[in-house]
């Protein structure tokens, strides 16, 4: 099969795509024949050798796939030959197969298109655990959302104001703020623009109760300016590339709470959660309150044009390839 291989640490553009075996399931694992792949921000980081996590190498990248079930290993129930599936998967999803452990697979809706499915997984997941395990929303409270036409930006508007929040959204130009308006945020701020603090200031009167950082960096260190007393400030990632401090007297003296939400490490010490959040996710999908946007698909051959695209911030939304 043809797939996307890492041998050494490297630049996206040092990706070689290779004639490598058809990957055969092992015990509780199935085999996906893969449509469509999802490009997460962090695979760039894995890629480079930048993540938290560090794969022996050689390996394929990405971690989401939709497609449909082509072999069972030993053990598995409830998945037959032909299933449509998403799942999380196992040795990389930039291939024509893919493995998943058969608990990191889902059945998915019929109106689901395979692209929507990969683009699902990971960025609605944490954004349903960031707000279901690591805070809470109360309807009316408002909720600003960093790099919000992002992926995960993207899934904490459409989740958090399903949840009742009222939603201020920041992203770098005048296409994504569109963007997020469009989405069902009540304002959009240009956060290249520094007015963004005083505007979430003067719409909220006391400042964000939820802060949605995926950004990191400068936006943080701003973000603590313009939250509200008693505010949750979600630590989600650096995608600007610089991890933020900050001195505890800002969390004392507002009553503050700096939260990190890192999905994939509490999905190790929970497994059980990710079906119970996918069978709530699916259903707020059917009702129509979640959409994934894939604003780009690419072939799987075009994926360091992909990539590209994501690093450089020209993407809305997710990315898909499709196979
Ligand atoms: N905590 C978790 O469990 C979890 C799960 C998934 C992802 N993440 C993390 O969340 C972050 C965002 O991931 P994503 O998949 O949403 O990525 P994405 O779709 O590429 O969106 C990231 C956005 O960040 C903004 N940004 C600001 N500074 C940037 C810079 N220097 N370079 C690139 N983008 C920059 C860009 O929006 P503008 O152009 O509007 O500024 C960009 O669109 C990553 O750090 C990722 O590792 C965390």
Same mark, same amino acid.
């Given at each position: 099969m043809k797939a996307w291989r890492v041998? =050494?640490?490297? =630049?996206? =553009?040092?990706?070689q795509l290779e004639d490598i075996p058809v990957p055969e399931p092992k015990a509780g694992e199935v085999r996906i024949r893969n449509h469509a792949a999802a490009l997460n921000f962090f695979d760039i980081l894995l890629i480079q050798g930048k993540y938290q996590v560090k794969p022996p190498r050689p390996f394929t990248p990405g971690s989401e796939v939709a497609g449909t079930i082509d072999a069972v290993g030993e053990g598995v129930e409830g998945f037959a030959v032909g299933d449509r599936v998403q799942a999380s998967a196992l040795g990389g999803s930039y291939a024509e197969y893919s493995l998943a452990a058969a608990a990191k697979t889902f059945k998915i809706p019929d109106a689901m298109s395979y692209e929507e499915a990969a683009a699902m997984l990971v960025i609605y997941q944490t954004s349903y655990f960031t707000f279901t395990k690591r805070t809470t929303i109360t309807p009316g409270e408002w909720l600003l959302v960093h790099a919000a036409a992002g992926g995960v930006g993207m899934s904490a508007m459409q989740i958090g104001k399903a949840m009742g929040a009222r939603v201020i959204a920041t992203a770098g130009s005048k296409e994504k703020l569109d963007f997020c308006m469009e989405q069902g945020a009540e304002a959009a701020l240009n956060?290249?623009?520094?007015?963004w603090v005083d505007e979430v200031k003067k719409i909220t009167g006391r400042g964000a109760n939820v802060i949605y950082d995926p950004v990191g960096g400068e936006i943080f260190d701003l973000s603590t300016k313009c939250i509200a007393p008693e505010g949750r400030l979600l630590v989600i990632g650096f995608a600007g590339g610089t991890i933020p401090s900050i001195a505890a007297n800002r969390i004392l003296l507002k009553n503050i709470s700096v939260i990190g939400s890192y999905w994939g490490g509490y999905c190790e010490l929970h497994p059980e959660f990710m079906a119970e959040a996918q069978a709530d996710l699916f259903a707020m999908y059917e009702a129509g309150k979640i959409k994934p946007i894939v604003s780009q698909t690419f072939k799987l051959e075009e994926a360091i044009t992909a990539l590209q695209a994501l690093g450089t911030r020209r993407t809305i939304g997710k990315v898909v390839l499709t196979i």
């Open positions: 041998h =050494e640490f490297c =630049e996206p =553009e040092q990706m956060y290249r623009d520094a007015s």
